[in-house]
């Protein structure tokens, strides 16, 4: 799925939804904490796509409802 999630003791959390590329599913494969405190997570774009549309996005987690922008 295309969803950041968070694992507690209580189960799992769905963090943010990332939108897919107008091709196919883009998958997120990485994430790391920025020293701005977000997350940035990368994504791998699927077939079809051209190359360098896969992207880098931000989600800063401080906020009740985070929502991924991209990282330029």
Known sequence: ???LDRVTSHGIEIV????NPS?????PTCVDRGPDGAL???ELSGGG???GSSRVWR???RRE???PTLWR
């Open 23 to 27: 091709v196919s599913d883009a998958v």
């Open 40 to 42: 940035y997570v990368g």
């Open 49 to 51: 796509n051209p190359p």
């Open 16 to 19: 943010a939804f990332f939108p």
């Open 59 to 61: 989600v800063d987690t």
């Open 65 to 67: 409802h985070p929502v």
């Open 1 to 3: 799925t295309n969803t």
